[in-house]
T-cell receptor, first 115, second 113 residues
Framework: DTEVTQTPKHLVMGMTNKKSLKCEQHMGHRAMYWYKQKAKKPPELMFVYSYEKLSINESVPSRFSPECPNSSLLNLHLHALQPEDSALYLC??????????????FGPGTRLTVL | GQSLEQPSEVTAVEGAIVQINCTYQTSGFYGLSWYQQHDGGAPTFLSYNGLDGLEETGRFSSFLSRSDSYGYLLLQELQMKDSASYFCAVRDKKAGNNRKLIWGLGTSLAVNP
C-alpha cells in the first residue's frame, strides 16, 4: 500500500470556525509532513513530524496547530483562519532520513476555502 | 540561501523530446529529485539523482552534474498525459533540517497534438 489518504477533499470555513484536516498512511513511514500550496506555486513546507515528534515548524502562524497521534496519523487543526489561508493543503510521508532520496509520498490534498 | 531555477513554461508536441533544466545554488544537499504534478492533483515522485550522471526510468531520464550545479529531466516520446508541472527539489543537508525539500518554482509543460 503506497497511499496517503486525506480528509476532507474540500472544506469551506468561516474565519471564526474551528476545523481539522486529517491524514493517514500505512506504509510504515516515520516522517510526515504538512504543506500548503497556492496555484502555480511549489508546495510550501509547514511542519514535519519525525518519529511522531515535531522536528520542523516553518514559522507557521499559531492558527495552524499540527498533531501526530501515532505513527500513521497526522492532523492539522485550524482556528481563526484568514481568507489568504485558502489553498491546497497537502500531507506527505517518507521512510527515512540519512543519505538518499527520502522520497515523499503525497496525499490528494484538501482544498480549503476561507470565507 | 538555497535556490533552484527552472524555466516557467515549456511547450512541445506529442512524440517529441523535451528537456527541463534545473540550476541550483545550495550549500549542501543529498541529491536532486523530480516531482510531477497534474492540475488539481498531488505531486508524485519521478526520479532521483544522488550521484552525477544519468538515471533512466522508462520514457523519463534525469541527469545531475554537481560540478556544474545543474540537472535536467528528459521526457521522451511525449504524450498528452505528460502535460503537467514538473518540480526539481533538493533535500537540505543541514543538521535537524534534513527532512526538508527545497523546491524549484516548477515548469509547466504543455504537450500539444
Amino acid at each position: 500500500d503506497t497511499e496517503v489518504t486525506q480528509t476532507p477533499k474540500h472544506l469551506v470555513m468561516g474565519m471564526t470556525n474551528k476545523k481539522s484536516l486529517k491524514c493517514e498512511q500505512h506504509m510504515g513511514h516515520r516522517a510526515m509532513y504538512w504543506y500548503k500550496q497556492k496555484a502555480k506555486k511549489p508546495p510550501e513546507l509547514m511542519f514535519v513530524y519525525s518519529y511522531e515528534k515535531l522536528s520542523i515548524n516553518e514559522s507557521v502562524p499559531s492558527r495552524f496547530s499540527p498533531e501526530c497521534p501515532n505513527s500513521s496519523l497526522l492532523n492539522l487543526h485550524l482556528h481563526a483562519l484568514q481568507p489568504e489561508d485558502s489553498a491546497l493543503y497537502l500531507c506527505a510521508s517518507s521512510q527515512r532520513a540519512g543519505a538518499g532520496a527520502d522520497t515523499q509520498y503525497f496525499g490528494p490534498g484538501t482544498r480549503l476555502t476561507v470565507l | 540561501g538555497q535556490s533552484l531555477e527552472q524555466p516557467s513554461e515549456v511547450t512541445a508536441v506529442e512524440g517529441a523530446i523535451v528537456q527541463i533544466n534545473c540550476t541550483y545554488q545550495t550549500s549542501g544537499f543529498y541529491g536532486l529529485s523530480w516531482y510531477q504534478q497534474h492540475d488539481g492533483g498531488a505531486p508524485t515522485f519521478l526520479s532521483y539523482n544522488g550521484l552525477d550522471g544519468l538515471e533512466e526510468t522508462g520514457r523519463f531520464s534525469s541527469f545531475l552534474s554537481r560540478s556544474d550545479s545543474y540537472g535536467y529531466l528528459l521526457l521522451q516520446e511525449l504524450q498528452m498525459k505528460d502535460s503537467a508541472s514538473y518540480f526539481c527539489a533538493v533535500r537540505d543537508k543541514k543538521a535537524g533540517n534534513n527532512r526538508k525539500l527545497i523546491w524549484g518554482l516548477g515548469t509547466s509543460l504543455a504537450v500539444n497534438p
